[in-house]
């Protein structure tokens, strides 16, 4: 989840200097970031986020490979709500190599856990199917993937909580292969970070043929905060 250079939010007559693309084309913009962004998030940067940038939902990263939970993620999720965006999600990067994540279904039952005690509220959590930044070897074989992710997912619905899988062509090609759409039931999150608010960059895989999000911007800064730049129709 990363990339770019300047952005220019317009909204009617009014535009602000950002980082990356053209916004404000239509739909709807938001912002999503890692656990160690989350962690350097105030409440202040969250307001600023969302009248500056007109940002209407934040997706948070809650769990991180051998890292496992992010401890802020309640207080950036509450923070999120008082600065009144519209919509609060959660993201959960796992893999079958990495340190405490197996089996699946405890890592993700902890995580459960841990946002019922902090009384959580999120719309839905998001599996990130993507490679390691420094470990080749932290994914396994094809089908170790599949079940362990599947694992993640059903762990999930069981306990009635929405699932989305974000990734792209190219990560669950090397991931699952490029012919499995077993989560083809699942809404998309797709990344290409264009700098351009559309689908019409979208190619399918996975079985999908519509995402529901798009990441088009990467290193995205404002307010003092560093995030990644969303959008959906």
């Known amino acids: 989840m990363r990339g770019a250079p300047f952005l220019v939010v317009c909204a009617l007559l009014f535009c602000t200097i950002v980082s990356g693309g053209v916004y404000g084309q239509g739909g709807f913009n938001g912002i999503d970031m890692s656990d160690e962004e989350c962690q350097a998030y105030t409440a202040s940067m969250w ?7 007109s940002h209407t939902f934040a997706i948070i990263q809650a769990f991180r490979g051998g890292n496992q939970i992010n401890q802020a993620t309640a207080r950036c999720v509450a923070d999120a709500w008082a600065a009144n965006f ?17 089996p699946a279904s405890n890592a993700m039952t902890n995580l459960i856990k841990y946002l019922h005690s902090h009384n959580v509220t999120f719309g839905r959590v998001w599996m990130d199917i993507e490679l390691c930044d420094n470990d080749p070897n932290c994914w396994s074989s094809l089908p ?6 599947q694992e993640a997912v059903t762990t999930f619905q069981k306990n009635n909580i929405k699932v989305g899988i974000y990734s792209t062509p190219w990560e669950w090609e090397r991931v699952f292969g490029a012919s ?15 700098g351009q608010e559309t689908f019409s960059d979208f190619a399918p895989f996975g079985g999908w043929t519509k995402p529901l999000i798009k990441q088009y911007y990467w290193y995205g800064n404002d307010c003092g905060a560093t995030y990644d730049a969303d959008w959906h129709p």
């Open 47 to 53: 307001k600023c986020l969302r009248t500056t940038g």
């Open 86 to 102: 519209t919509s609060v999600d959660i993201y959960v990067w796992m893999c079958p190599n990495c340190q405490g994540n197996v």
């Open 144 to 149: 170790t993937n599949i079940q362990f992710i």
């Open 180 to 194: 499995f759409s077993g989560f083809k039931d699942l809404p998309l999150w797709y990344a290409n970070p264009n």
